[in-house]
């Protein structure tokens, strides 16, 4: 069943402009992770949030998580041609103790143009 | 730099025939996962492990999938008779899951492209 829905399904920006990508789930989480995946690969793991946590940063990554609203965001500021790829998140199952397998949404598919 | 590996990366078949893929997890994880990727359903779980023991596989349709780990460092997705419905691409991924406030980050292999004729 899908847990996280990305939106929007598509964003082109310009290089050097700020992309943000939404994720809502619907059950209750014990952390969010943010994945992205190049054409023709597989994914890689960019962030993860805790349920406990408001925010994180990793370099040009701002993650926010809103366990109230269900939701959190990705933030890439000063994006590069690069960060073309189609970005994912996934959440637990929120049960008490991880079983360890995550549900991903279907992504948010971002093109940079240079 | 530990990865997990595939293989093959790709495989055309026919109709009918048995399919076989392979992957190696990263050393000492614990936990490996099978997923099925195409444009319609998105990224889909099939089944998965922890210490090789199958957790659950409820993703995968029973008649024609198997998954197993014949020991720590190889998993296998067979499909048998394959069908080009099963035409995606197969990823399989690996973790260390601990459980409670764990990170179950997961580590993707690059996949195998599968089409079925």
């Known amino acids: 069943s899908q847990q996280g829905e990305e939106d929007p399904q598509a964003l082109s920006i310009q290089e050097g402009e700020n992309a943000t990508m939404n994720c809502s789930y619907k059950?209750?989480?014990?952390?969010l992770q943010w994945y992205r995946q190049n054409s023709g690969r597989g994914l890689v793991h960019l962030i993860l949030i805790r349920s406990n946590e408001r925010e994180k940063h990793s370099g040009r990554l701002r993650v926010t998580l809103d366990t109230s609203k269900k939701s959190s965001s990705l933030l890439i500021t000063a994006s590069r041609a690069a960060d073309t790829a189609s970005y994912f998140c996934a959440t637990d199952n929120g049960s008490g103790g991880s079983q360890g397998n995550l549900i991903f949404g279907k992504g948010t598919k971002l093109s940079v143009k240079p | 730099d530990a990865r997990v590996t595939q293989t093959p990366r790709h495989k055309v078949t026919e109709m009918g025939q048995e399919v076989t893929m392979r992957c190696q997890p990263i050393?000492?994880?614990?936990?490996v996962f099978w997923y099925r990727q195409t444009m319609m359903q998105g990224l889909e779980l099939l089944a998965y492990f922890r210490n090789r023991a199958p957790l659950d596989d409820s993703g995968m349709p029973k008649d024609r999938f198997s998954a197993e780990m014949p020991d720590a460092t190889l998993a296998t997705l067979k499909i048998q008779p394959s069908e080009p419905r099963d035409s995606a691409v197969y990823f399989c991924?690996?973790?260390?899951?601990?459980?409670?406030?764990?990170?179950?980050?997961?580590?993707f292999g690059p996949g195998t492209r599968l089409t079925v004729l």
């Open positions: 991924a690996s973790g260390l899951v601990l459980g409670g406030w764990g990170t179950d980050t997961q580590y």
């Open positions: 050393l000492g994880h614990n936990t």
């Open positions: 059950t209750s989480i014990n952390n």
